[in-house]
């Protein structure tokens, strides 16, 4: 069973990086197949693809999101990370990592509340 846990500051102050971490278990994130997404709900919003890096290690993005999104994974520690530049107070939001094959969602993390404050 594969569990994912996301990690990371709680309060980001504005114009700052906010970066967290998702430590995967029960999986290795090299796995052929398998899709490796950042995902975001805001208050009173709806979920928000953020981006995912599949085994080629190439990344893609939301659009919107492109220009201050960075997701990337380190092999050796079998972890994901994100980073986002810039962050304002709109970026608030629980983030939640997760996995995904070509039908969908297989997993998700329990997800990390991050607000955006000075």
């Known amino acids: 069973q594969v569990q994912l846990l996301e990690s990371g500051p709680g309060l980001v102050k504005p114009s700052q990086t906010l970066s967290l971490t998702c430590t995967v278990s029960g999986a290795s994130v090299a796995t052929a197949g398998v899709f490796w997404s950042w995902i975001r709900q805001a208050p009173g919003k709806g979920l928000e693809w953020m981006g995912y890096i599949p085994l080629s290690g190439n990344t893609y993005y939301s659009p919107s999101l492109k220009s201050r999104t960075t997701i990337s994974r380190d092999t050796s520690k079998n972890l994901i990370t994100l980073r986002l530049s810039s962050v304002t107070p709109e970026d608030t939001a629980v983030y939640y990592c997760?996995?995904?094959?070509?039908?969908?969602?297989?997993?998700w993390g329990q997800g990390t509340q991050v607000t955006v404050s000075s």
């Open positions: 997760a996995q995904s094959t070509y039908g969908g969602v297989d997993s």
